[in-house]
């Protein structure tokens, strides 16, 4: 496992199990709740259950890179690779939400099965596999899960509050206080951005240049949706802004909550942005210790939040490690 995952692989089911057995033997098992995010970059598992005092107690997170969305915004289909290591994730996470007791189980789908003309073929997949049908999230589902789960682990943020969740095959940006006030979802995402435009390794001055400019032409409709004012405090989340994060500390290894709160400026953003088109996808991973699943795809992540801190005149962006997945549990109880 890279130390910057972010969340436990999947290799580490057998000692996970080994935890979820005697928890399984708990009489509080039957508050226990399992969120699944089938994402275009990765699958995530959450296993939680809900505290006295309103919160959460996680019991497992689990993330795995299948890449589901591959090729899609140029086929319009899913590959049927990437389902078969998307179905191979899910049985998986299947064993162990069943091992740690989940009476209840929601799984989402997001931007790739939105957008593939054979989504209903890997739904009964899904089906077929979990027992739980997926729900392919709208964008505006997706906007108001991540707002909830971004915000819930940021207590100490007053509001306004926009919250960015970049994902491999769209971004999502949410503003609100206590509740959603504007949202929109764009087709922008690292693995999207990285297909449409990064196509070398590193990506050649010219290609960085359009990315960059389909990510000024996304601002302008966030601009007219959503209206981001300089003076709301910008939460970043999901695997590209924690990566960053993690990249500009320096951690060797990953640890929960290491970044959790973190504050980028937007001068670090757009260092870290240069710095990573710059270099080819191998360095990445030696020396920057980024995900292997990821390291192809965090340039075009990096220019897309560089793009959002500039248009929006954002000093800086206040890293969750809170995201879509906690607010998929939270909608449980």
């Known amino acids: 496992m890279s130390p910057l995952s972010g969340e436990r692989a999947g290799d580490d089911l057998a000692g996970d199990d080994r935890a979820g057995d005697d928890r399984a033997g708990d009489d509080r098992?039957?508050?226990v709740v399992g969120a699944?995010?089938?994402g275009t970059n990765s699958v995530r598992l959450l296993a939680a259950r809900p505290t006295a005092d309103g919160g959460m107690q996680p019991l497992d997170r689990q993330l795995r890179i299948t890449r589901l969305g591959a090729g899609v915004d140029r086929t319009g289909q899913l590959d049927?690779?990437?389902v078969e290591r998307t179905i191979a994730a899910l049985a998986n996470y299947h064993d162990r939400w069943v091992a740690l007791g989940a009476t209840r189980v929601r799984i989402t789908a997001t931007s790739a099965a939105r957008d593939a003309s054979?989504?209903?073929?890997f739904r009964d997949a899904v089906v077929a596999t979990t027992g739980v049908a997926p729900e392919v999230l709208s964008?505006?589902?997706?906007?108001a899960l991540a707002f909830d789960g971004a915000v819930?682990?940021?207590g100490d943020v007053e509001g306004p509050?926009?919250?960015l969740d970049i994902g491999g095959g769209s971004t999502e940006l949410v503003r609100g206080t206590d509740h959603v006030l504007a949202s929109t979802s764009r087709q922008l995402g690292s693995v999207r951005l990285t297909e449409r435009h990064l196509h070398d390794d590193p990506p050649s001055p010219s290609q960085?240049?359009?990315?960059?400019?389909t990510v000024a032409e996304q601002m302008e409709e966030v601009a007219r949706l959503v209206a981001p004012q300089p003076g709301d405090v910008l939460v970043g989340t999901a695997g590209t802004v924690t990566t960053l994060a993690a990249v500009h500390l320096g951690l060797g290894e990953w640890r929960d909550g290491a970044v959790h709160g973190v504050r980028l400026s937007a001068a670090t953003v757009a260092d870290l942005a240069l710095r990573l088109c710059a270099m080819p996808t191998a360095e990445r991973v030696s020396r920057l210790r980024v995900e292997p699943g990821r390291a192809d795809v965090i340039a075009a992540g990096a220019l897309i939040l560089d793009g959002v801190l500039d248009r929006f005149g954002f000093a800086e962006v206040v890293v969750s490690e809170t995201d879509i997945l906690d607010g998929i549990a939270r909608s449980l109880y």
């Open 29 to 31: 098992a039957g508050d």
């Open 36 to 38: 699944v995010d089938i």
């Open 80 to 82: 049927p690779a990437a």
């Open 118 to 121: 054979n989504a209903a073929q």
């Open 139 to 143: 964008g505006d589902q997706e906007a």
């Open 152 to 154: 819930s682990g940021l």
């Open 161 to 163: 509050v926009v919250v």
């Open 208 to 213: 960085v240049q359009a990315a960059r400019a």
